[in-house]
């Protein structure tokens, strides 16, 4: 007899697998559609020099570059922040940083506090214990006591070095009398050794020292029964009524199969899984399932950056170690009253790159090997990450001009920088290069805006209690639909200024809890 | 798809010349384009159709450039038009010049003569380690002394 499956989940990426293991933990019958493949360990670049080189092409974040077989097309000429991302058993837990901060108390109301933007329907402390189970499960390094944070339980790993950079950094923080703190991540502290330097990617040099779900969440799901249709390409949800999803097709090796169950999960990121509902459309349905409100695929968010770099005096080979998991600073997180914008910015310290990308953020021309024996090995930069709020114009759309591989529509960006984002990078700048002075450290270059910079997708399907302005309800089901639910970053409702994926990880994990706790 | 199918000879030197502005010599090596690397630049990114559209949408807004068609061609233009004409291609066809900087920066860093001169390890597991293996147990007292200061809701 056919066995039902209570879960079709879409996507293996950090929340998609997440979520499939605590549903089988809990006894359901769950399969897994992911678009892309097993990425085996053989698979990453076998001559360890050209890894450099792998980052530019076939392990590039972009998919627009590296237009993998089950990658989709993204026009990003209407978006001056091009969205970044990894599709394969995994997602982009394959090839991140794996910088791991958590949303502040403060990230889930901003309407309360702030009177901008909206409230979360949940809170931070509805996702508190989700946050604390997915750290153990992907073995977070890092230290607890931070006083930007709430307390938190001792990280299971211990905190990755700062190195001397990373000390000097540390010490004009404290001159400053400005908060500083070792960044948490899943970045295997006892792994690594601390011996690498960096190339480009984490992963792709040591993958080992970077915690992936598929290493993880994945194998102990399957080992609790859940299954993995790989190379499968969503392509419909099926409506058994107007209010009920039937299960989903996908299409393999040019084969379009349905598969049916009891829910359906989307789990492919905050452009992948508004481009699914929106592909879904029925004539009851035209704009989309889930889209009564209208606002599926709007609100779309992403972490606006700047970048600034200094060089510190000296032959320094500052190279080894984490590239960007290294401290962080929270001193001007929240909205302050006294400046002109809302909300705030997360500082994190980035680490020299090799050569190729060393070179790449220099100027060419004539000053090119002076700047380039100046800096290589002797800068340290800043990322500024700054929260963004959600505008109903910042939106994606099925492009169909260009499709996928499976003759599928793309994807087209639709986002403009808002004036409070661009105020919050204008004064992260000026305190970046304040913080920079301090450390003796003489500005190299700076970067207003950070084009390939789309790491962090949000806020495209939100949560809400108001069916007229929400995609979902609080538990991540369509307002619309008895069983389609959603567990990725869409839900966002803001953005806070910090890597979201341990708050998508514990949405994930709040999802799944509650529908145990719905069926017994 | 291979590059000869794209690019004729006229176009290589172009891309030669843009190597040698991009990356002149300096003491101790010659300029990227002098330097003989074209093939390798085609050997490790004309195997993809992107990079390879790129190059050509810089080279055709090269040749449609008014200062150069005045003068004859690219290689007719001072070293300082040529440079500014590559300047304002840059802002004007941003994800095409930077894929274009992209194959020129790859080809030339990674090239071995070039990873040797800037003293460039390629064993990225290095035997020793990069410092204190465990946090500084201090570093941490000037910080610990902020009072709890996130928004309590």
Not at chain 1, 326 to 334: A, G, N, V
Request: charged share 25%; aromatic share 10%.
């Amino acid at each position: 007899m056919k066995k039902i499956v209570d879960y079709i989940v879409v996507g293996t990426g950090a929340s998609g697998a997440a979520f499939a293991w605590k549903m089988s933990k809990s006894g359901a019958r769950v399969v897994c559609i992911e678009q892309g493949d097993y990425v085996k360990n053989n698979q990453y670049p076998k001559d360890k020099k050209n890894i450099e080189i792998s980052a530019l092409k076939e392990w590039n974040w972009n998919p627009n570059v590296r237009k993998n077989k089950f990658d989709y097309p993204i026009d990003n000429s209407n978006s001056p922040i091009h969205p970044l991302m990894y599709n394969s058993v995994g997602g982009s837990t394959l090839h991140y940083t794996a910088h791991t901060p958590r949303f502040h108390p403060s990230d889930f109301k901003v309407k309360t506090l702030d009177n901008i933007s909206s409230d979360w329907p949940i809170s931070y402390y509805d996702l508190e214990k989700f946050y604390d189970e997915n750290d153990e499960i992907m073995k977070c390094s890092g230290i607890n006591g931070d006083p930007a944070n709430p307390p938190r339980p001792r990280r299971p790993l211990k905190p990755v070095s700062l190195g001397k950079d990373g000390e000097i950094i540390a010490s004009a923080f404290d001159k400053l009398n400005w908060h500083w703190w070792p960044s948490d991540s899943f970045v295997n502290s006892e792994n690594f050794n601390n011996n690498w330097k960096f190339y480009g990617s984490h992963a792709l040099m040591d993958r080992k020292s970077i915690s992936s779900t598929d290493q993880n969440y994945l194998e102990q799901a399957i080992k609790l029964g859940a299954k993995i249709i790989t190379n499968a390409r969503a392509s419909k949800i099926i409506l058994e009524n107007n209010y009920k999803a039937k299960g989903i097709k996908y299409i393999k090796d040019g084969k379009e199969t349905l598969i049916e169950g009891k829910n359906v999960v989307l789990a492919s990121n905050a452009i992948g899984t508004p481009r699914i509902l929106l592909m879904s459309a029925t004539k009851n349905h035209e704009k989309g399932i889930g889209n009564s409100s209208g606002l599926l695929g709007k609100n779309l968010m992403f972490h606006p950056y700047s970048f600034i770099r200094g060089i510190l005096p000296g032959n320094n080979k500052f190279f080894y170690g984490p590239n960007a998991n290294i401290l962080m600073s929270q001193q001007f997180y929240e909205t302050d009253q006294n400046k002109d914008f809302y909300r705030g910015f997360t500082l994190q310290m980035v680490r020299n790159n090799g050569p190729i990308h060393t070179a790449l953020e220099l100027d060419w021309g004539d000053n090119h090997h002076k700047d380039f024996k100046k800096s290589f090995g002797n800068t340290v930069g800043f990322s500024i990450i700054a929260e963004d709020l959600p505008e109903e114009t910042n939106f994606v759309s099925l492009d169909y001009k260009n499709l996928d591989s499976d003759g599928l529509p793309g994807i087209s960006v639709n986002y403009n920088l808002s004036a409070n984002s661009r105020k919050i990078l204008d004064f992260a700048m000026r305190k970046t290069k304040e913080l920079l002075m301090e450390a003796g450290a003489e500005i190299l270059y700076e970067t207003p805006l950070m084009r390939y910079a789309g790491w962090h997708l949000m806020g495209t399907a939100r949560m809400g209690d108001d069916h007229k302005n929400s995609v979902t309800n609080k538990y991540g089901k369509l307002h619309d639909s008895e069983n389609i639910y959603i567990v990725d970053g869409s839900l966002f409702v803001t953005s806070a200024s910090v890597n979201p994926t341990p708050t998508i990880q514990a949405l994930a994990l709040y999802v799944a809890e509650n529908l145990i706790r719905r069926e017994s | 798809m291979r590059s000869k199918e794209f690019f004729n000879n006229y176009d290589k030197r172009i891309i030669k010349e843009i190597m040698n502005l991009m990356i002149p010599e300096n003491e101790e090596i010659a300029a990227a384009g002098d330097k003989g690397l074209i093939g390798k630049l085609e050997k490790l990114f004309f195997d993809s159709e992107l990079h390879i559209n790129s190059i050509k949408r810089v080279l055709n807004a090269i040749n449609l450039n008014t200062d150069a068609r005045l003068s004859g061609s690219f290689f007719s233009v001072s070293k300082e038009k040529k440079i500014e004409i590559l300047k304002t291609l840059e802002k004007n066809m941003l994800d095409d010049f930077h894929i274009l900087k992209e194959c020129i920066f790859g080809t030339y860093y990674s090239d071995n003569e070039v990873i040797k001169k800037i003293g460039w390890d390629n064993d990225f597991i290095n035997k020793t380690k990069f410092g204190e293996f465990t946090l500084k147990p201090n570093i941490l007292d000037k910080v610990k002394k902020i009072s709890p200061f996130w928004r309590k809701i």
